[in-house]
């Protein structure tokens, strides 16, 4: 357990499903982040949350719809999407300002059929 | 917007063989991360070296900090099979909220 809690670990969706990604995290970080890792790609950053409020959007496509109701909690929302977003999904967590970098999940390897 | 482009993409090493792979940055970084993700893993915090010039070493690992802020190195002595992994490095510009990524260096340690 990396202290950053991913769920589901896999999924397969087809296109017309909707369905959500969650990450939760007790180490008392206030930054949060969804990260895609897709094959011969660096870690692209989709959304940055800091506080709970969202900092950086970075043009995803409007059918991934970030959430983040707590310091604790961030959800990836899911919906109409492509086999080219079948990726692994990352969540990370963060305290700025201390040497400790980001804590990942373990991912959510998604396939889109 | 800030690009952090490392090389070489792969290294396939025996086992004993010291490995360096380098990273560098388009835009001057106020810090520059190092990440280690095993096959089939996520990644996992090295370290992270925040000044001019600044070298830091964890056992047989040792990550260099370029005097312009721009550039890193990650160099691993006497190679293991435990060294098996992408190592990615991550830099934060003053400007930006976020680390940007890589795209890591795989590297292969056969017996």
């Known amino acids: 357990e990396t202290g950053v809690t991913q769920t589901p670990r896999h999924l397969v969706m087809g296109m017309t499903n909707k369905k959500s990604l969650k990450c939760e995290q007790h180490l008392g970080h206030n930054a949060m982040y969804w990260y895609k890792q897709s094959a011969k790609k660096p870690l692209e950053l989709m959304f940055v949350?800091?506080?709970?409020?969202?900092?950086e959007n970075n043009s995803v496509p409007s059918r991934f719809s970030p959430e983040c109701p707590n310091s604790s909690h961030l959800f990836l929302h899911l919906h109409t999407l492509q086999p080219e977003d079948s990726a692994l999904y990352l969540c990370?967590?963060?305290?700025?300002?201390?040497?400790?970098?980001?804590?990942f999940g373990s991912g959510t390897r998604l396939t889109v059929v | 917007g800030q690009q952090v482009m490392q090389i070489p993409q792969y290294q396939h090493v025996q086992e004993g063989e010291d490995f360096t792979t380098y990273c560098n940055s388009s835009?001057?970084?106020?810090?520059i991360q190092w990440y280690k993700q095993r096959p089939g893993g996520h990644p996992v915090f090295l370290i992270q070296l925040v000044k001019s010039g600044e070298v830091k070493k964890q056992k047989r690992l040792t990550f260099q900090f370029g005097e312009a802020k721009k550039n890193s190195s990650l160099h691993i002595t006497a190679t293991q099979t435990t060294d098996v992994g992408t190592y990615f490095c991550a830099g934060n510009s003053n400007s930006g909220y976020a680390l940007n990524f890589g795209k890591g260096t795989s590297l292969l340690v056969t017996p």
């Open positions: 949350y800091s506080l709970e409020e969202r900092v």
């Open positions: 835009t001057t970084l106020s810090n």
């Open positions: 990370a967590s963060s305290h700025p300002g201390k040497a400790y970098g980001y804590t």
